[in-house]
């Protein structure tokens, strides 16, 4: 009997321990992205996407997810994958608008949150026009409540084109699937929309240039109350 309780007793200080040595692990710093810079336009369409190393306090393995997607959202992704290293080579599409974030996860599968997102333009040789990024969300913030009555709805959007004139349709509704218009050919990074309390409100907007260029925008979120 006196063995038996040795032994549960020792079994117990080492669970004990190896589950205070999970608990007390913590994930990797988030990845800074190196390259492509945040907007640039690349002429190659093989490239290397680079980022910092992560550093993690228990001294684990680091590996990375890296996304590349056509959508500022994320959900067309173009491109999913796991590396060991710092860097992925990709071929790319010409003319296309790609977004790209990185992640860190240790060897015990804790992870940091995703990098910023960056944007580049992958346009071969010879591009006349460069399609617009698509437009960034600046208020109300993604799945926010906003006291009900007149909601001001702001964005902002780049072109590299610099003598494009922007334009933008904004379409709101109450499902993700039935968006109506309700701007369209503006000039302005902002239009107000009525809310009301309780209900939750989708809305977008696609961002075109003088020359036929047009970036569908992601869809956002937010509630009256």
């Not at 804790?110 to 960056?118: G, K, L, R």
């Not at 003598?163 to 050919?185: H, K, P, Q």
């Not at 309390?197 to 925008?217: L, P």
């Amino acid at each position: 009997m006196r063995k038996l309780l040795y032994i549960v007793l020792i079994y117990g200080f080492l669970t004990g321990c190896s589950s205070e040595s999970v608990e007390d692990n913590t994930a990797p710093t988030i990845p800074t992205l190196s390259y492509p810079l945040n907007n640039q336009s690349c002429t190659d369409v093989i490239l290397n996407l680079e980022w910092a190393t992560s550093e993690d306090n228990e001294g684990d393995a680091v590996s990375y997810l890296i996304q590349v997607a056509k959508d500022a959202g994320f959900t067309n992704l173009f491109h999913e994958s796991t590396v060991m290293g710092t860097s992925k080579e990709l071929t790319f599409e010409i003319n296309e608008s790609y977004y790209w974030r990185v992640k860190a996860l240790d060897s015990q599968n804790a992870s940091s949150n995703f990098s910023n997102m960056y944007r580049f333009y992958s346009e071969g040789e010879g591009t006349e026009n460069h399609v617009p990024f698509a437009a960034e969300l600046i208020a109300p913030l993604e799945d926010s409540f906003i006291v009900s009555g007149e909601v001001k709805l702001e964005w902002s959007a780049v072109d590299l084109d610099k003598d494009d004139v922007l334009t933008y349709d904004v379409f709101i509704g109450t499902s993700m699937e039935s968006l109506a218009s309700e701007v369209t050919n503006s000039i302005d990074t902002f239009c107000n929309v009525n809310a009301q309390s309780g209900i939750t409100y989708y809305w977008r907007v696609d961002v075109k240039d003088t020359k036929g260029g047009i970036a569908i925008g992601q869809i956002w979120e937010f509630t009256g109350m």
